[in-house]
């Protein structure tokens, strides 16, 4: 469901604690210096309302955390949320994904997490998708030498154009499910999306790619 524009809570971004200001002439951010250390990062690409990436630093503090999103109304939702927790190893990035290049330097991500991103189903939109070659590539330069991608969808067409596009690029694929919540993995850490799915007995399909 399309939540309504919140204009006043999208003025309001750029001073809330957490949320990273976006600069129009940017450079590539050192990272250590904005988290106060020199940590592995793991970024989300589409974190929505935050519910995934909240949990996960809320449960890996050894960790710095990056929720990437573009809807500014959305990123405020997470940003409201995040005030009623002590994270310090989270930070919050409006931003798209195809700026992904301006503000990690190469090497610098450990893990990306692409959870239940839009799947633009429509053929003449394929070039719009998370996974598409082009988009693996950028990935591939900012992750670290064995970085990885955890991708979980709902919907089958587009896990199974992503698992082609990764094979075709030549990432190694590993942890392939069709069935998430039936597969026995442990320590799955559910979105909001997926609370949903799971109570309506949808399948989840989740794969792991290695740089």
């Not at 309001?12 to 250590?32: E, I, T, Y």
């Not at 189903?121 to 693996?136: E, I």
Request: glycine residues 8%; contains cysteine; hydrophobic residues 40%.
């Amino acid at each position: 469901m399309r939540i309504k524009k919140n204009r006043q809570g999208e003025a309001m971004l750029p001073d809330m604690p957490g949320v990273l200001k976006v600069n129009p002439c940017f450079h590539r951010k050192d990272w250590a210096a904005i988290f106060g250390r020199d940590c592995p990062i793991h970024l989300e690409i589409g974190m929505g309302k935050g519910d995934f990436i909240l949990a996960m630093a809320a449960k890996e503090r050894r960790v710095d955390f990056v929720g990437m999103e573009r809807s500014l109304t959305v990123m405020h939702i997470a940003a409201k949320k995040m005030q009623k927790k002590h994270l310090p190893n989270l930070r919050l990035l409006p931003a798209d994904a195809d700026m992904l290049d301006q503000y990690f330097p190469p090497g610098r991500v450990e893990r990306i997490y692409l959870n239940f991103s839009d799947p633009w189903p429509k053929r003449r939109h394929a070039s719009r998708r998370l996974t598409t070659g082009d988009k693996l590539k950028v990935y591939r330069r900012v992750l670290a030498p064995g970085g990885q991608i955890h991708l979980k969808t709902d919907q089958e067409p587009f896990f199974d154009f992503s698992l082609g596009e990764l094979i075709r690029e030549g990432w190694s694929v590993g942890k392939v499910t069709r069935d998430l919540h039936r597969s026995g993995i442990e320590g799955n850490v559910f979105t909001e999306y997926e609370r949903r799915f799971a109570s309506s007995g949808l399948a989840i399909y989740r794969l792991e790619a290695y740089k």
